[in-house]
């Protein structure tokens, strides 16, 4: 079994080709993980690189609120390497703030974005003040002061941060998914013969229709196996489960990365779709130095998954739910009266901002804070993937209104 140094030296070797590709300075990779074994240590480092022994956390998504795992899992992926590197670009700038270990404990205990984007507005904020004043991480205490503070010009300035995520809707939606992804690789991984197994629910898909699901796939996967049988289906309700032989004429699955977009390119009735299988070889290792290579391998496919839900049936309001994030914000942050001290919100949106009515943004934001006497303003900020292009240190992705 490879130790912690090991582990992490194979990382580094292996991300080292992928920050020739991107034309990151020489240094970068090394700097990046020794400012991440500061902060975190390297037996936590350490516990998120995927092992052979350990085939449990060969299998890590990215659907996980642990990205530094996932981000580990794949040194040859550029954009796990930029992420990465971004990730200890943020940090290392705060390594000598006391209340930086506060924070990364909430990262080890998975609230890594919401914890990750209070670092992030606070480097881009300590970066602007190019000397004119300073700017200090908030403890973690019960009272509310903020999740950053910036002194200048003999006022102080309170910075609370808040991420606005997907819909439960559809966070929902992709929890479920990835668990019945997880449940049928698990179940065919012995399976004689490969399979397609699609899935359709006749109603919006809640966790209170995964129990069922997961009964009918096993009642259904079991017989096709057991059976040979062209085709199986099961239904129960508004849940129907077909499993079928996997076949040159299967549906292939119809999504594609377009400009970035995940994009549905045969119109298809499917909400997602995944190919599950593997590649022959003796370690992970092995595979990842015959992929590296260019050597060509046999990918085998041992199911392919289709899932069908209906769309929730009230759309969503981006409008609204800023608003509402904004009006949290606004009371959550009491100030005494006769201090010079006011706040500033920054608030993540979901939403791509060019989407949005930035006059009608503006206006909304103006109402709320005209509530408080102590509230300054407030960002409303998208981050977008990561730029490749741009070396780290300079401006990170984030587009701010």
């Known amino acids: 079994m490879a130790t912690i140094a090991e582990s992490l030296y194979d990382w580094i070797r292996i991300a080292n080709e992928a920050r020739e590709r991107i034309d990151l300075p020489v240094g970068t990779i090394e700097e990046a993980i020794a400012t991440l074994q500061s902060a975190f240590g390297d037996m936590y480092l350490g516990s998120l690189i995927p092992s052979d022994q350990d085939h449990s956390k060969r299998i890590v998504t990215a659907r996980d609120d642990r990205p530094l795992a996932y981000w580990l899992s794949g040194p040859g992926l550029d954009s796990s390497v930029v992420q990465l590197v971004e990730t200890a670009v943020v940090i290392r700038s705060f390594l000598s703030d006391p209340c930086l270990p506060k924070k990364i404990e909430r990262i080890k205990n998975d609230t890594f974005w919401p914890t990750f984007y209070e670092l992030a507005m ?60 997880d449940y049928v690789a698990g179940k065919i991984r012995t399976y004689a013969r490969p399979c397609c197994v699609k899935i359709r629910v006749n109603a919006e898909l809640k966790r209170a229709d995964f129990n069922m699901i997961l009964q009918l796939l096993k009642r259904t996967l079991e017989r096709h196996e057991r059976t040979g049988e062209v085709s199986v289906v099961s239904s129960q309700q508004l849940i129907e489960v077909q499993v079928e032989p996997l076949t040159e004429q299967t549906e292939k699955v119809p999504f594609r990365v377009v400009d970035g977009n995940l994009i549905d390119v045969t119109g298809s009735e499917w909400v997602h779709a995944q190919s599950i299988g593997g590649v022959a070889g003796k370690s992970s290792a092995e595979v990842s130095e015959m992929f590296r290579a260019g050597v060509e391998y046999d990918y085998r496919e041992r199911g392919r998954v289709f899932i069908k839900y209906a769309p929730p049936r009230k759309a969503e309001d981006p409008y609204e739910r800023l608003t509402d994030k904004i009006h949290d914000k606004v009371s959550q942050t009491k100030i005494a009266p006769g201090t010079r001290t006011a706040k500033f919100l920054w608030i993540e949106s979901p939403y791509d901002l060019r989407t949005l009515d930035h006059g009608v943004l503006q206006q909304l934001a103006v109402m709320e804070m005209s509530r408080s006497t102590h509230t300054l303003g407030v960002a409303i900020t998208h981050r977008e993937p990561t730029c490749i292009a741009a070396h780290i240190g300079q401006e990170l992705p984030q587009r701010i209104v």
């Open 122 to 181: 606070a480097f881009r904020v300590k970066r602007s003040l190019h000397g004119a004043g300073s700017l200090a991480l908030a403890p973690e205490i019960k009272e509310n002061n903020g999740d950053f503070t910036v002194d200048i010009d003999g006022g102080r300035l309170l910075c609370e941060c808040a991420r606005i995520s997907r819909t439960p809707f559809a966070e929902e939606g992709i929890r479920i998914t990835q668990d019945i992804f």
